[in-house]
T-cell receptor, first 113, second 114 residues
Framework: DVKVTQSSRYLVKRTGEKVFLECVQD?????MFWYRQDPGLGLRLIYF???????EKGDIPEGYSVSREKKERFSLILESASTNQTSMYLC????????????FGPGTRLLVL | QKEVEQDPGPLSVPEGAIVSLNCTYS??????FMWYRQYSRKGPELLMY????GNKEDGRFTAQVDKSSKYISLFIRDSQPSDSATYLC??????????????FGKGTKLSVIP
């Protein structure tokens, strides 16, 4: 059974803090993605990675960075959290040949005060 | 014009009703079409996947694609309260290495009332 896990379900941070969101998949997928989901705006792609140490910007990369040191792990970093980064963060993974089928984690609900 | 349009609802139906959820799109290169279901405070889960035009059925769910009209639909027969969720359409232009991004609709929130 496919499994994407995220390190936290809920997180509360202060403005200016450095925030790490971790995502791990156990399906040996090459592709991994970070989205944020906001009411009225839907899912927006922040970054994706198609291989270890490779990354590509999505639609809204500003204020975020990512790290992929191992195939199964993809981290999203908020260098200096701001209140407008309060959101639901979703990680997903897929195979490159069936890349259309993305498997999502349960999400991390981040509140920045 | 947004690439994918989806009515956000909310849509409220009685148990047992037939539900029709729809998306329109503008990019004629889209060939792969998906429906995801997302329960409250959970991640989306893949429900249906179709390629190009035509129908695909899986139990109570039927996905339809009309590429000539750039219109996709998800039908739910004999709807159940457990179908209450947000339904997201998603699509991509082609498969294979180098094509990684899905374009999502904003989702339609469905409530099935017992």
């Amino acid at each position: 059974d496919v499994k994407v896990t995220q390190s936290s379900r809920y997180l509360v941070k202060r403005t200016g803090e450095k925030v790490f969101l971790e995502c791990v998949q156990d399906m040996d997928h090459e592709n991994m993605f970070w989205y944020r989901q906001d009411p009225g705006l839907g899912l927006r792609l922040i970054y994706f990675s198609y291989d270890v140490k490779m990354k590509e910007k999505g639609d809204i990369p500003e204020g975020y960075s990512v790290s992929r040191e191992k195939k199964e792990r993809f981290s999203l970093i908020l260098e200096s959290a701001s209140t407008n980064q309060t959101s639901m963060y979703l990680c997903a993974s897929s195979l490159p040949t069936y890349q259309e089928t993305q498997y999502f984690g349960p999400g991390t609900r981040l509140l920045v005060l | 014009q947004k690439e994918v349009e989806q009515d956000p609802g909310p849509l409220s139906v009685p148990e047992g009703a037939i539900v029709s959820l729809n998306c329109t799109y503008s990019n004629s290169a889209f060939q792969y079409f998906m429906w995801y279901r997302q329960y409250s405070r959970k991640g989306p889960e893949l429900l249906m996947y179709t390629y190009s035009s035509g129908n695909k059925e899986d139990g109570r769910f039927t996905a339809q694609v009309d590429k000539s009209s750039k219109y996709i639909s998800l039908f739910i027969r004999d709807s159940q309260p457990s179908d209450s969720a947000t339904y997201l359409c998603a699509m991509s232009p082609y498969s294979g290495a180098g094509s990684y991004q899905l374009t999502f609709g904003k989702g339609t929130k469905l409530s099935v009332i017992p």
